[in-house]
């Protein structure tokens, strides 16, 4: 007899308790928790050897003296998409579970297909979202490139882990995991318990056939994919695809990897063709025109491993209104507002009476604080209404009391902006150690505080 089991789950942290609290005893977050209707429970062995088959041996590991074990046999399946590969740490781990996030509409599913279409290997993309017509005329959108890419509209764990041992692919696509119910527990597709039973049993066969398995997440309106963070211990990667809907550029950044680094991002480019790898960073997020405006600026950032020059911009006007209004796209608003503090306390610049708008090309967003010494000098050139010459660009984090810190390898900044043909770079004066300045034909000027860096540009 199946018992039928009901259950409350925090949707934060996915703990569960048998009564319903109004604050999660685990990680205290107050309304979180929910109920929710769990039936057939099956063991996991048992579970496995339903879409096995009976006759299917279901792996039994024992203990294994460490240098016994098998080094050397990790496969990657090297797809023709660069960026991709880079963000994995060169290419998809026979084996991996990979959970790609992000908003809807950012173009998860085209990425995917991409790859699907073509990577040359035997795809299943399984679709829980689209009808085959769908993601055929997207497919065609695409470039249709090859036919081992095999579409299976299913949300059934049990049906497409049977399709999926028979088809033998080298690649399964789940498009999303939040569509998919398993037929062992009965609770609705995309609530936690749901989730977190598919995800499971999509680990369980990526382990047992060594078959790599991507999952689509969508994420949630504060910004974490599939609910709670449990779905991001269970796989090996988590990808977050982002960019700004309203432009074209996307990033592929890496929040997890188990076989590489999380330090790589990707970039591309949404066309009317689908996505493009953008290897060349920095000439699209510099504006094209020559004419010197103020309140703009350039930053030598460096996003991932990869220098960036990204264009700055602000607009500082006087406040209309009682409460000036601050905005920021692509860099954090705290961050700006201390900037802004730093600037009026050391510099006596009259912040408080202006709106402040702050924008950063191509609907990129940058956590490097490099980027500060751009937009400090952004927000005064705005204010002063005095251009910076276009051929300078800036790398430096600005410190509380006003003074210019030095950051991460500097080296890599001067040389993208010497080879985009920048004539000056402003840097901290405590980041010059072991610097070479003479090997670039860039002038680099050093600074120690907010009060060099104006009469350095603006005097
Ligand atoms: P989609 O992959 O459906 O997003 P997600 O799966 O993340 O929800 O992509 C959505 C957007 O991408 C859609 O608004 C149209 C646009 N798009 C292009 O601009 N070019 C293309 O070649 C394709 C396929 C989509
Ligand atoms: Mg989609």
């Known amino acids: 007899m199946s018992k039928i089991k009901k259950i409350f789950v925090c949707s934060n942290c996915g703990v569960s308790s048998p009564k319903w609290m109004g604050r999660c005893s685990s990680c205290g977050e107050w309304n979180t928790i929910v109920e929710e209707v769990i039936q057939h ?63 809807p509409g950012i173009g998860k599913s085209t990425l995917m297909l991409q790859v699907a279409l073509r990577v040359k290997a035997k795809i299943l993309y399984v679709s829980g979202e689209e009808s085959e017509e769908q993601i055929k005329m997207r497919a065609d959108r695409l470039g249709n490139l090859q036919s081992n890419c095999f579409l299976l509209t299913e949300t059934n764990t049990s049906k497409i ?3 999926a041992v028979n088809l033998e692919p080298d690649l399964v696509i789940i498009d999303s995991i939040q569509t998919l119910s ?67 550029y996307r990033i592929l950044r890496t ?11 990707g970039i591309y480019e949404m066309q009317s063709d ?27 950032t460096i996003e991932g491993l990869r220098p960036m020059l990204i264009e700055t911009q602000a607009l500082v006007s006087t406040a209309v209104f009682g409460t000036p209004q601050r905005t920021a796209t692509g860099f954090d608003l705290r961050r700006l507002s201390m900037l802004m503090a730093v600037l009026e306390k050391r510099g006596g610049f009259p912040f408080a009476q202006n709106d402040v708008f702050l924008n950063l090309a191509g609907g990129i967003r940058v956590d490097d604080p490099a980027i500060d010494l751009a937009i400090v000098s952004a927000l005064i050139s705005s204010l002063q209404d005095v251009a910076v010459p276009n051929h300078i660009c800036f790398a430096g984090e600005v410190g509380l009391s006003g003074e210019i ?11 993208e902006a010497d080879r ?12 010059t150690k072991g610097l070479d ?15 060099e860096l104006y009469r350095a540009l603006f005097e």
């Open 161 to 163: 882990l049977t399709h």
């Open 274 to 300: 689908g996505l493009r790898e953008v290897s060349n960073p920095s000439e699209l997020l510099l504006s094209q025109t020559d004419e010197e405006l103020s309140g703009s600026t350039v930053a030598a």
């Open 182 to 248: 398993s037929p062992h527990i009965e609770s609705t597709p995309g609530s936690i318990s749901q989730v977190r039973e598919c995800a499971g049993e999509l680990q369980r066969f990526a382990k047992e056939t060594n078959i790599p398995v991507f999952l689509i997440g969508h994420i949630t309106k504060d910004g974490s994919i599939a609910g709670p963070k449990l779905l991001e211990h269970i796989v090996d990667a988590v990808l977050q695809f982002e960019g700004d809907r309203n432009y074209t």
């Open 405 to 415: 810190r030095s950051v991460n390898r500097i080296d890599q900044r001067i040389q």
């Open 255 to 265: 929040l997890k990897n188990r076989f590489g680094s999380t330090d790589e991002l």
């Open 420 to 431: 985009l043909g920048f004539k000056q770079i402003y840097i901290s004066k405590y980041n």
């Open 437 to 451: 300045t003479k090997k670039y034909n860039i002038e680099v000027k050093t600074i120690g505080k907010i009060e």
């Open 41 to 103: 429970e099956t063991a996991p062995e048992e579970r496995s050897r339903l879409w096995k088959g009976s006759n299917g041996a279901v792996r039994d590991p024992k203990p294994i003296a460490l240098p016994d074990v098998q080094t050397g046999t990790t496969r990657r399946l090297i797809t023709p998409d660069g960026e991709l590969n880079r963000v994995l740490g060169g290419g998809i781990v026979s084996g991996s579970l990979i959970l790609i996030g992000g908003q």
